[in-house]
T-cell receptor
Framework: SQQGEEDPQALSIQEGENATMNCSYK?????LQWYRQNSGRGLVHLIL?????REKHSGRLRVTLDTSKKSSSLLITASRAADTASYFC???????????????FGKGTHLIIQP | GAVVSQHPSWVICKSGTSVKIECRSL??????MFWYRQFPKQSLMLMAT?????????EQGVEKDKFLINHASLTLSTLTVTSAHPEDSSFYIC???????????FGPGTRLTVL
């Protein structure tokens, strides 16, 4: 079952502005990952943040994680038209112990950057 | 990042036929690979975990006799949709975990349309 909830569901901003998306989850996690998906295409991995990390940067991306609130945010700075896509958070829960686990995805935020 | 490929990219088949989808990790070995399904405008749902050399683990509600998974090597997993029906039409995406980084890398997806 899905445990992640992103908000907003959809967001439209002007090119150059910053875009912030939020994700909440329900269980304890090992890590949280953000992915981008262009329409009808596969997923592109953006960033992974571990449960013991609070903030991580990668280029124009900034991710925060608050395990006490079971929430994460993805900030895209200086947005570009090419950033138009759906963005998903996905969690790797900590219940199953060692080994690789399937991810639980949120519902996604559809981001539209207007030129 | 690591690369995962899928074949075919899209397939159209008649109801009642079987379709095989291949998933390959191209530059890393994946003892565990995952199969997800995504319906239009929805998020990804984990179907099953494919384990090299052993039986796949299916999520609740996923019929193991309908979705046959074979993980023949550390770089190849296959999903066979048996006796496909129109309701099986979906976007099927596989992934493999780079166990050094815990990052899950996704294939480009296979769009299945059952007539």
């Amino acid at each position: 079952s899905q445990q992640g909830e992103e908000d907003p569901q959809a967001l439209s901003i002007q090119e150059g502005e910053n875009a912030t998306m939020n994700c909440s989850y329900k269980t304890s996690i090992n890590n949280l990952q953000w992915y981008r998906q262009n329409s009808g295409r596969g997923l592109v991995h953006l960033i992974l943040i571990r449960s013991n990390e609070r903030e991580k940067h990668s280029g124009r991306l900034r991710v925060t994680l608050d395990t006490s609130k079971k929430s994460s945010s993805l900030l895209i700075t200086a947005s570009r038209a090419a950033d138009t896509a759906s963005y998903f958070c996905a969690t790797d829960d900590s219940y199953s112990g060692g080994g690789a686990d399937g991810l639980t995805f949120g519902k996604g935020t559809h981001l539209i950057i207007q030129p | 990042g690591a690369v995962v490929s899928q074949h075919p990219s899209w397939v159209i088949c008649k109801s009642g036929t079987s379709v095989k989808i291949e998933c390959r990790s191209l530059d890393f070995q994946a003892t565990t690979m995952f199969w997800y399904r995504q319906f239009p405008k929805q998020s990804l749902m984990l179907m099953a975990t494919s384990n090299e050399g052993s039986k796949a683990t299916y999520e609740q509600g996923v019929e193991k006799d309908k979705f046959l998974i074979n993980h023949a090597s550390l770089t190849l997993s296959t999903l066979t949709v048996t006796s496909a029906h129109p309701e099986d039409s979906s976007f099927y995406i596989c992934s493999g975990t780079d166990e050094y980084t815990d990052t899950q890398y996704f294939g480009p997806g296979t769009r299945l349309t059952v007539l």
